[in-house]
């Protein structure tokens, strides 16, 4: 016989059990119809707002470019919503986080919002959804009190609905069926998920079972490079070549907003584009204070007037027939609808600060070749995809073209203006292959010499009859030593100037590493480790772009610190797209990168030897050497890593000073002998080796 149990408390008595009445009601209001409230309605009505900059309830005329695209999330006719745009123009609030209020409050809905990574996922959700949450009291209300009503990642409310906070991986975007499917910051995740497809693929088909009446959103801004620098649009509205969010774009209806010109009424796109500022030597305050924009026909349209325009602006979708069309007209036809914001627009950042930004990233590119700071300008604040200058320079980057722009200086000789000297070796099968590079102010650049050592030292194994052999002699390294000697006279002056550092690389056929690390302990041992550094190269955009460390080396099967020798790693793709911009930049100057109308021949072609692709660089067809491109990186990781990019030119230290006081200088005198006789000058002991930037 089964005991039932006994339920009554220590005095005897039965609890308090719910009664059927009270459950009734507290769901009731479950049973309810979905509310036909649009979201932009339900976020002016449900959304409040709680931080320090304001209080109060959701105001949809702060950023009225987004009360469209809010109330397409409940479209019938779309099953897909894609919103480009930049930062700070409140695209996350709107089609992310009013939707959520939207769901508990008019039409309780399983959701997935999908973050770049889980750390990001959790910042999310502790930082926006939790405190918007919070801040809504009637959202509050509906929240489960329960528990696992409110987790990091898992959020609940009344009749069972689910907010899910994920992340692009196999586990988050399979197995579920869910109505409303959300990705945010789309273009900072990876395009393949499990090696099952792109984010947005696998979160569509979780859409898939609810027909029309599902959901899939995402938004971004632009953040992968235009992959064709001669592509032009076809139509209207056509986006650059790319992938992430700008692909899926033109996958939609490419709806673009625009603005009334107050003076002439002419209908246009607010782009960076047309935005003019004070250039010259204009303080940045001037700049803040001083940008505008004209209207196509010229019209001046002073900043001031961006909230009323905004107001009276209106998004233009793409019609079958290439023509433009307000979304109630004929847009293209489809499942997904798509938006394209631009920087002018966004609510929350002024047209000075973007001018502003834009100058400070062009002259950190035209000092350094740098580009993150002009990719993340472009992309963030403009709203633009970013076409890499080397992409845009790779048509000029031809054998011919630099040719023509070669310069008439010695070969053999620094220009005056040379405040340091580097030497850089690239290893190859049968010699080594050396440059010299001569540095001035800004590092503006010259390649001084080329040539190649061919021949092994007398004294090594078998040299009489046999050609030098980097990978199996580490003998023939013998050949580089003087290398830290030569003198490279300056044009006007009786005196020449030593390398501050002769880099190598330390990479290339099997034993060519060993090889490296041998002579350079032998380097150090007679006192010259500081002349010499070894390098490797890394490929991809993502790394630093050099950086001075220690390797790790295998050993007998076994991974073994080489931490003697200090190796500057060096992100190739990155320091080619540098050396193409200033292989082709217009005019001399910091940044800029030289060559001479008498070097050899073969610089010219291996410089052009490859081609920039949205992967990387890679070689041409009919595999061209590509040594003297490869120098021209090791040269730039050289000077990055000695911090050369950070002198201050007024100040700079002993063995960047101009000629006359450089610690790096000799007197060379030619009377008595063909070749330069060196007397060094007295100076003191140079140490110029730092860890790297």
């Known amino acids: 016989m089964t005991m039932m149990p006994d339920y ?74 894609i919103m480009v745009g930049p930062a700070r123009s409140a695209k996350t609030d709107s089609l992310i986080l009013n939707p959520v209020v939207h769901a508990v409050m008019c039409n309780p809905r399983n959701m997935l919002l999908v973050h770049i990574s889980k750390d990001s996922a959790r910042d999310f959700s502790l930082e926006k959804l939790s405190p918007m949450i919070a801040a809504c009291p009637e959202v509050r209300a509906r929240q489960m009190t329960t528990r696992g009503g409110d987790n990091i990642f898992d959020k609940r409310f009344a009749g069972g609905m689910r907010v899910s906070i994920g992340w692009p991986v196999l586990g988050k975007l399979s197995a579920r069926d869910l109505p409303f499917v959300a990705f945010t910051d789309y273009d900072r995740m990876d395009d393949d998920v499990g090696e099952e497809g792109q984010p947005f693929a696998l979160g569509r088909k979780r859409t898939l079972t609810f027909g029309s009446l599902g959901m899939t959103v995402v938004e971004s801004s632009p953040g992968r490079p235009i992959l064709d620098e001669n592509w032009s649009p076809k139509t209207p509205h056509e986006a650059p070549p790319t992938t992430g ?10 709806g673009r907003f625009y603005w009334r010109c107050p003076s002439c009424d002419v209908e246009f796109e607010p782009t960076f584009d047309r935005l003019r500022w004070p250039e010259g030597k204009a303080t940045a305050a001037e700049i803040v204070g001083g940008t505008f924009m004209v209207c196509p026909n010229g019209c001046v349209i002073e900043s001031t007037s961006r909230n009323e325009l905004n107001a009276g602006g209106r998004w233009l979708h793409e019609t079958d027939a290439g023509k433009l069309a307000p979304i109630t007209g004929k847009p293209r036809t489809g499942e997904i609808v798509s938006y394209w914001l631009q920087g002018p627009a966004a609510a929350f950042q002024s047209w000075g600060e973007l001018a502003h930004l834009n100058v400070e990233a062009l002259a950190e590119f035209e000092t350094t070749g740098e580009e993150t ?37 010695e070969t053999g000789t620094a220009p005056a203006a040379t405040r340091f000297i580097t030497v850089q070796v690239d290893v190859q099968a049968s010699r080594f292959v050396v440059h010299v590079d001569a ?15 061919h021949e092994p030292p007398a004294d090594a194994p078998g040299a009489a009859r046999r050609a030098l052999d980097p990978a199996r002699y580490g003998e023939d390294w013998a050949v580089l030593e003087a290398l830290k000697d030569r003198v490279v006279p300056v044009a006007k002056s009786d005196l020449g100037l030593r390398p501050v550092m002769v880099t190598i690389d330390s990479g290339g056929a099997p034993g060519v590493t060993d090889r490296a690390y041998t002579f350079w302990r032998r380097m150090k041992r007679e006192g010259f480790g500081n002349s010499f550094r070894l390098l490797k190269g890394v490929g991809g955009f993502r790394a630093r772009r050099a950086i001075q460390g220690f390797p790790e080396t295998a050993h007998g099967g076994k991974k073994k610190a080489a931490r003697d020798i200090p190796i500057i790693t060096a992100a190739v793709d990155r320091l080619k797209d540098e050396i193409s911009a200033a292989l082709t930049r217009d005019e001399p100057g910091p940044g800029s990168y030289h060559l001479p109308e008498g070097i050899d021949p073969a610089v010219f072609s291996e410089l052009a030897a490859e081609r920039r692709t949205a992967k990387g660089w890679e070689r041409k067809a009919g595999g061209r050497r590509n040594e003297a491109l490869d120098l021209a990186v090791y040269g730039k990781a050289t000077a990055i890593v000695m911090k050369a990019e950070r002198i201050n030119w007024t100040r ?31 100076r003191r002991q140079r140490r110029i080796i730092s860890r790297g930037v």
Request: proline letters at 9%.
């Open 652 to 682: 700079p230290p002993a063995w960047a000073a101009p000629v006359g006081e450089n610690v790096m200088a000799v007197v060379v005198d030619e009377s008595n002998n063909p070749k330069p006789v060196v007397i060094p000058k007295p």
């Open 373 to 409: 700071a002009l990719q993340a300008t472009v992309n963030l604040d403009q709203g633009r995809p970013h076409l890499p200058r080397a992409l845009g320079d790779t048509a000029a980057l031809s054998e011919q073209v630099l040719k023509a722009r070669a310069l008439r200086y």
């Open 245 to 254: 969010v700008l692909a899926l774009y033109n996958r939609g209806t490419r």
């Open 8 to 81: 009554r408390s220590s005095d005897g008595k039965l609890p308090n059990f719910a009664q059927a009445e009270d459950a009734l009601a507290e769901t009731l209001d479950t049973l309810t119809a979905p509310a036909r409230v649009p979201v932009s309605k339900a976020a002016e009505t449900y959304r409040r707002i709680d931080s320090t900059a304001y209080r109060g309830p959701w105001r949809n005329e702060v950023a009225p470019y987004m009360v469209e695209p809010m109330d397409m999330l409940g479209s019938r006719r779309f099953t897909v919503e």
């Open 439 to 453: 540095w001035g102010e800004g590092l503006e650049r010259w390649l001084v010499d080329r040539f190649e050592l």
